[in-house]
């Protein structure tokens, strides 16, 4: 019982460290990205299948 308590915990305490340690590169990338573009991170797009029913698609 406590194996599979301690193997959790530290699943949770590395994935947590892993996301706070990665998060300021993710947000250098992001900001390249808005300052390169001068627009959103997410792109979308219009698209027009053979009904002609336009919706948007995020990619």
Known sequence: M???FF???FDIVF???GIVLLSWLLII???AI???DAG???RTTAESPVK???YE???
């Open 29 to 31: 990338i992001s900001l």
């Open 7 to 9: 193997k959790r915990f």
């Open 52 to 54: 002609s029913r336009v």
């Open 2 to 4: 406590y194996k599979a």
């Open 57 to 59: 698609v995020v990619a």
């Open 15 to 17: 994935s947590f460290s």
């Open 34 to 36: 808005i300052i390169d």
């Open 40 to 42: 959103s991170i997410i």
